[in-house]
């Protein structure tokens, strides 16, 4: 910022918008100034910038904070989820290492990059539990229990529990170590111990932990582990009980009803259909390496969970209707779970390109399901809350310029599965991305040096 006379010159104005204030709930006709990495001022006011950006007519939201994904590091992944407006990821589910945390924060990240600390992938690994089937002793628990709160202290938004990827996790180790996110007031992530109809019995060793512990509580991706065999509904019941009994729970969901994973996990074990109503082999598509794109038969199935376990699969196994049901929930908020196993271009599930937009253009505008504020909230302001992050979540002076500039009457995803589409396609309507005041994203291409993004931290303020 320089100041020209008596007047303040700000770094880049965004003129003429129409800014989504998530915080007061409303839309303002607007003017935003930046200055370095901040928002400097929104006021209706004429402002001078050194560098303009022309919004008449647009939308000004907060950058999307997508808080469950599995970009962790991944460059072409980070491109695709900010090409659909989302300016911060969090990871650490499976395969966030420390090199990669490292490398993010001295050299910065084309996005924000925050993390959880995976209970199976880092402090099982750091206790020498070897199986994910073996039962971790009291002094493992300990070793475990004592590196977690070394990550809460580094800034770690909270602890991530796969519960379906070990199954040897006992209900001890399992609240002795949110005991340790309880006492930094950060959040215990959970993916539930099983998906499709046998889901609803595991709520209750979750409710149990949040109970006995106190800690804050968020269940993964609940639209690829309950959205089919008309679970949803009742286990949306389970929660919205738990809520009114006091257990300080939320949840999020994805905007596809198929999910992509890799072949060789529990997921496909034996008894799959049954769990998913009843689906067949044609229900699953090939959605990686040389079969990418084949719909699977017994001998293909076979065949690749035997020999090429990290192949993905698409699951067309969710009911239409499930997303809707859960997306109008206030507690239900939006993640893409996208880039899991092996990412490469034109591979996987469209989540990664098209959650956001798809949420807007066809959850919002054209099927009414929920309001624009309503989905905003759930993409911006109710995520930074919930996982403690400070600075970012809306557009207010002092917050970090993270900022999607949209069209609403035009936004939609164009990404599809591999048999549809590609999963990587760029989406309409978005036509500027900001990452710390810098535009990351210019009319669909990503510009500039691919750094902006810094290592985001979880602070334990309330
Ligand atoms: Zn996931």
Redesign the pocket.
């Known amino acids: 910022m320089n100041t020209c006379g008596n007047e303040k010159v700000y770094d880049l104005v965004i003129r003429d918008g129409t800014v989504i204030d998530v915080v007061n709930e409303c839309l303002i006709q607007a003017n935003i100034g930046i200055e370095g990495e901040k928002i400097g001022a929104i006021t209706k006011e004429t402002i001078q910038g050194t560098h303009y950006i022309d919004a008449k007519g647009l939308m000004i939201s907060p950058g999307f904070i997508d808080f469950?994904s599995?970009v962790d590091g991944k460059a072409y992944a980070a491109e695709c989820l900010v090409r659909q407006g989302g300016t911060t990821t969090l990871g650490g589910?499976r395969n966030l290492n420390g090199k990669i945390i490292k490398e993010i924060a001295e050299e910065g990240f084309i996005i924000n990059h925050g993390f959880f600390v995976s209970q199976p992938f880092v402090l099982r690994d750091a206790a020498g539990v070897k199986s994910t089937y073996a039962s971790a002793s009291d002094k493992e628990i300990g070793v475990m229990a004592e590196l977690a709160g070394k990550f809460m202290e580094f800034g770690a938004c909270g602890i991530c529990f796969p519960l379906e990827l070990i199954p040897g996790v006992s209900q001890k180790e399992f609240i002795e170590i949110s005991k340790v996110a309880r006492a930094y007031n950060k959040i215990v992530t959970i993916?539930i111990r099983k998906d499709g109809s046998e889901a609803l019995d595991t709520f209750d060793e979750i409710f149990e932990m949040a109970i006995e512990t106190g800690v804050k509580v968020h269940l993964?991706?609940l639209m690829y582990m309950v959205g089919m065999a008309g679970t949803m509904p009742k286990a949306l019941e389970l929660i919205d009980q738990a809520r009114k009994s006091g257990i300080d729970i939320t949840g999020d969901s994805g905007v596809y009803d198929a999910f992509t994973v890799c072949i060789g996990t529990g997921v496909f074990d034996d008894g799959w259909e049954r769990s998913y109503g009843g689906r067949s082999y044609e229900s699953l598509i090939v959605s990686s390496g040389i079969h990418m794109g084949e719909r699977c038969n017994e001998k293909l199935f076979k065949e690749l969970r035997e020999k090429s376990p990290s192949t993905l699969i698409t699951a067309f196994v969710g009911d239409h209707d499930a997303v809707a049901m859960a997306l109008k929930k206030d507690y239900i908020y939006v993640s893409t779970?996208a880039a899991?196993g092996p990412f490469y271009p034109t591979c996987g599930s469209p989540e990664v390109a098209g959650t956001f937009p798809r949420l807007i253009g066809r959850y919002v505008r054209q099927e009414r399901e929920l309001s624009l504020m309503e989905a905003i909230k759930k993409i911006t302001i109710l995520p930074a809350r919930r996982f403690n992050l400070q600075h970012i979540g809306s557009i207010e002076v002092g917050k970090n310029a993270d900022i999607v500039i949209f069209h609403y009457d035009t936004i939609i995803d164009r990404a599809g599965y591999v048999n549809q589409g590609s999963p990587d396609a760029l989406p309409i309507g978005i036509h500027y991305v900001l990452v710390n005041g810098s535009v990351v994203v210019e009319k669909g291409a990503v510009v500039g040096d691919r750094k902006r993004g810094k290592f985001v931290t979880a602070s334990d303020e309330v």
Do not use: A, K, Q, Y
Request: avoid cysteine; charge should be negative; charged fraction near 40%.
């Open positions: 469950h599995h589910e993916h993964l991706e779970n899991d």
